[in-house]
Nanobody, 124 residues
Framework: QLQVVESGGGLVQPGGSLRLSCAFS????????IGWFRQAPGKEREGVSC????????TYADSVKGRFTTSRDNAKNTVYLQMDSLKPEDTAKYYC?????????????????YGQGTQVTVSS
C-alpha cells in the first residue's frame, strides 16, 4: 500500500500563497498518480489536483485553475501544491493521496490511500 505524508499548511491572508508538500513511499519505476483533495467543515471531500509520477501530466478542479500548481520531484519522492491568490473559500483540510494508476483523475471514488491531512486557513 502506498503511503503519503502531507506538510506545509498554515494561516495565510487572502491573496497570499502557501506551498504544500506530499512525501510518498514507493518505487519511482512504478506508475502512479498523486492527488490533492480538500474538505471543509460540513462539506464533502473534493478533488483539487492530480499529477502522474511518470509523465507529469496534471489535472485541476475548475475552482483552482490558474491559481494552484502541482509539481513533482521524483528524486525526493515528493509532490508539491503551490497555492497562490488564496481565497477564504480555499480554507479546508488538505489531503494528498496515491494510487497505482497511470492517468490523472480527481474523482474521489478512485482514491483510497489518503494521508492525515494538513490544515489551510485563509483569513484576515
Amino acid at each position: 500500500q502506498l503511503q503519503v505524508v502531507e506538510s506545509g499548511g498554515g494561516l495565510v491572508q487572502p491573496g497570499g500563497s502557501l506551498r504544500l508538500s506530499c512525501a510518498f513511499s514507493g518505487s519511482t519505476s512504478d506508475k502512479y498518480a498523486i492527488g490533492w483533495f480538500r474538505q471543509a467543515p460540513g462539506k464533502e471531500r473534493e478533488g483539487v489536483s492530480c499529477i502522474t509520477t511518470s509523465s507529469g501530466s496534471t489535472t485541476y478542479a475548475d475552482s483552482v485553475k490558474g491559481r494552484f500548481t502541482t509539481s513533482r520531484d521524483n528524486a525526493k519522492n515528493t509532490v508539491y501544491l503551490q497555492m497562490d491568490s488564496l481565497k477564504p473559500e480555499d480554507t479546508a483540510k488538505y489531503y494528498c493521496a496515491a494510487e497505482r494508476i497511470p492517468y490523472c483523475t480527481i474523482a474521489t471514488r478512485v482514491w483510497h490511500s489518503y494521508g492525515q491531512g494538513t490544515q489551510v486557513t485563509v483569513s484576515s
